[in-house]
């Protein structure tokens, strides 16, 4: 586990505005060499790939460096910890150059896409209200989408930067040997039922792969030895991950049965909020707005449940 404040996701970048000493969009045109530079060369990106991820630099405007707003909102943060209360949001990575091309991808490491990296800015517009405390991401980089490049060097800016910490446990779930071939054309090949039961059922694994079930090993028991006292402590705390680790998660903080995880389905880019109040976890729907649309992109039995939930906190 590496704690540090590189590696901020674009959607805490674009939160916070007050502080911006920095020429950002230099930065962030490094940022681009630099993912561009590892990814160049590797086998699962094309010359294409590469160009348009360069293109990105002069096309996405400005992003901020990831100021605290715990420290510099004071206020916000002793009325949090008064009432006991702390947020908890959940964001899938925006949409990855392998989720454009319909690919399994599990843990080999694609960096997002244009409409990706749109979506994260997006999603940090729409959370910018929350003053978050603690940043957790997974070790791929299209959950962290820096890698390296904004290690701070100041100890006055470093105090006010809210804190990362990447853990492999939130990585996606393994998809063994799918990794690399399209989805469409491996529901032709293996028939759509049985693909679906390996991408949606909570314990059949894909071949040589990892099930929900072993996801959730790692990433609930993580979530619950690392992430859950800094809950309890009144932090507000935001997670990017994955489609499968974070269906783990929600599984857990809704108590969904391993039938109505099936249904779940998760959009790229759309934050989740959940409040934390005496011990127990609150879904209060999208930050986005009432109707909660982005919440689940859920089923119509999703949906009842959903409902039948949402009744008991009336
Ligand atoms: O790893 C992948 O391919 C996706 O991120 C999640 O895939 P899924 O929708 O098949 O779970």
Known sequence: MAAGVYNQPI???????????????????????????????????SRRDCRVIQSLASQTSVVDTVSSPSKSKTSDRDTHK???????????HGESLWNEKNLFTGCVDVPLSKRGIDEAIEAGKRISSIPVDLIFTSALIR????????????EDT???????????????????????LNKQETADRYGKEQVHDWRRSYDIPPPNGESLEMCAE???????????????????????????????????LDKLTSQEVISLELSTGIPMLY?????????????????EAGVYAYT??????????DDMFQ
């Open 275 to 291: 409040i934390f109040k005496e011990g127990r976890f609150v879904r209060r729907g999208s930050p986005i707005g009432p109707t």
């Open 300 to 309: 119509r039995r999703l949906a009842l449940y959903r409902q039948r939930l």
């Open 218 to 252: 790692r990433a609930v028991s993580y979530f619950r030895d690392q992430i859950e006292p800094q809950l309890l402590s009144g932090k507000n705390v935001m997670i990017s991950a994955h489609g499968n680790s974070l269906r783990s998660i929600i599984m857990y």
């Open 143 to 154: 959950a962290q989408m820096t890698r390296g490049w904004s290690q701070v060097f100041s």
């Open 11 to 45: 959607v805490a970048f674009q939160s916070h505005s007050h502080i911006n000493n920095f020429n950002h969009q230099q930065k962030f045109n490094n940022l681009v060499r630099l993912v561009t530079k590892d990814f160049i060369g590797s086998n699962f990106l």
């Open 82 to 92: 008064k009432s006991n209360e702390a947020s908890l949001i959940l964001i899938r």
């Open 158 to 180: 470093e105090k006010q930067s809210i804190p990362v910490i990447a853990a492999w446990q939130l990585n996606e779930r393994m998809y063994g040997e799918l990794q690399g």
